[in-house]
């Protein structure tokens, strides 16, 4: 796999004119649109495709994160915070997270960072009134896919944390003067009333994907879970993170990112070259694809069931 790692400069040249250009024309259309008082159906149905492009912003954000989408780490960072300029995400403070769960993922003993919150079967059973409510309540589609991306995206973002490292601190900053210089440039202009007609929807439309996207890489019926001392990151990667078969245009505007059990084998690949390493390693097709239709049957499931080795229902619980 070693052989499709690194970027190439070209290559990550054409995904960011493919990606920007069509973006920045969608929103100039979608403002004048909106100044020209033409229907606000078109503009919310712009904004669909728009949100697409907006989330393939934040997965070329991701490929940066992970220092795949150009051979220099410095690079990487200056356009992984154009990105978040764009995203709303501060990205070294975004990076550590995203870097833990790489190192945590599927291990039931290092849960909390950068994951959905997911409990055992047993946990559950043995929790009291009040964190059973706490977690119905998290895990439900609405508030999951609904409320939660506004909230980490536009509330939690802006703020720092404990324990955050100066480069951290400083790129929340640099993000938050960044939006700031965005709402000013457009309240000389355009209004304030008209950037969020135009913007607010694709914001919410592209939280709602990109944590759908992040939900189904590890929320799957037969999905890998293990405590600390049975943990294998080989397994966590080909059987804790699933092959999201998307459609070849959803496949192209979520980045690849769908490949994501070799994403998690190799970081270092970039979001371009995950096709191929598919294509070109027979050992990396070892498993079930779940294609678009099926994948939603994973809202129903809410538990880990140690003893079955599956997630499961609260009714099947």
């Not at 954000?61 to 780490?73: K, V």
């Not at 709402?183 to 929807?201: D, E, H, I």
């Amino acid at each position: 796999m070693k052989r499709y790692e690194g970027g190439d400069v070209r290559k990550s040249a054409l995904q960011i004119a493919a990606t920007f250009i069509p973006y920045s024309l969608l929103l100039t259309a979608m403002f004048l649109l909106h100044l020209r008082h033409y229907p606000y159906g078109l503009v919310l149905a712009l904004a669909l495709v728009a949100s697409m492009f907006h989330v393939r912003i934040f997965m070329l954000l991701h490929d940066c994160a992970h220092n795949s989408f150009f051979n220099s780490p410095r690079a990487c960072a200056v356009f992984g915070h154009i990105c978040g300029f764009v995203t709303s995400t501060p990205f070294f403070n975004w990076q550590r997270s995203h870097g833990i769960h790489h190192a945590t993922v599927s291990n039931l003993d290092r849960r909390g960072t950068g994951d959905v919150w997911t409990m055992t079967v047993d946990e559950y059973r043995a929790a009291d009134r009040m964190k059973r409510f706490r977690y119905r309540l998290l895990r439900n589609p609405f508030v999951l896919f609904g409320v939660a991306p506004v909230l980490l995206f536009h509330v939690i973002y802006r703020f720092p944390g404990r324990g955050m490292k100066r480069r951290e601190l400083v790129s929340i900053l640099l993000t938050d003067l960044a939006i700031a210089a965005i709402l000013a440039a457009f309240a000389a202009t355009t209004g304030l009333a008209a950037y969020l007609a135009v913007m607010a929807p694709v914001l919410y439309l592209a939280g709602i994907m990109g944590f759908w996207l992040f939900y189904i890489q590890h929320q799957f019926t037969r999905v890998y879970w293990a405590h600390d001392s049975d943990w294998d990151i080989h397994r966590a990667s080909m059987r804790g993170s699933s092959f999201y078969d998307l459609p070849a245009p959803l496949r192209w505007l979520s980045a690849n990112i769908g490949y994501h059990h070799i994403h998690h084998l190799k970081p270092r690949i970039p979001s371009y070259n995950l096709r191929a390493c598919y294509e070109g390693i027979p050992e990396v097709r070892d498993i079930v694809p779940i294609t678009l239709r099926r994948s939603f049957e994973s809202l129903r499931l809410r538990l880990w069931d140690e003893g079955t080795g599956r997630l499961v229902g609260f009714a099947e619980a």
